[in-house]
């Protein structure tokens, strides 16, 4: 099991920006294709950012397309999402996830780990 933990999520006015991060106690990321999710109340899950486990492909839900970034840092210990433009609509918890030598797929089915959520929400 990887044990991914979020941080960064809070409280933020529409426009404003936040960076979450996803690690996995100093434990290497490499090799993991890494999603972020979000979850609304009464909402499904989405996908919103997703990068291949060789990091060359990057996805993006239209919704967050020119806002959000997904990126790893060079020891690949650490995933971010930097979401950029924020908008009421944005608010949900947001997870990280795994899933090992995959491609970064949209589907939350496709990925094994799974963190515990950080809580963003942005007030209008």
């Known amino acids: 099991q990887v044990p991914l933990v979020e941080s960064g999520g809070g409280l933020v006015q529409a426009g404003g920006s936040l960076r979450l991060s996803c690690a996995a106690s100093?434990?290497?990321?490499?090799?993991?294709?890494m999603a972020w999710f979000r979850q609304a109340p009464g909402k499904a899950r989405e996908c919103v950012a997703a990068?291949?486990?060789?990091?060359?492909?990057?996805n993006y839900a239209d919704s967050v397309k020119g806002r959000f970034t997904i990126s790893r840092d060079n020891t690949k210990t650490t995933v971010y999402l930097q979401m950029n433009s924020l908008k009421p609509e944005d608010t949900a918890n947001y997870y990280c996830?795994?899933?090992?030598w995959g491609p970064g797929a949209a589907d939350p089915n496709a990925y094994d780990h799974w963190g515990q959520g950080t809580q963003v929400t942005v007030s209008s």
């Open positions: 996830a795994a899933d090992f």
């Open positions: 990068i291949s486990s060789n990091g060359r492909t990057t």
């Open positions: 100093g434990r290497s990321l490499s090799g993991y294709a």
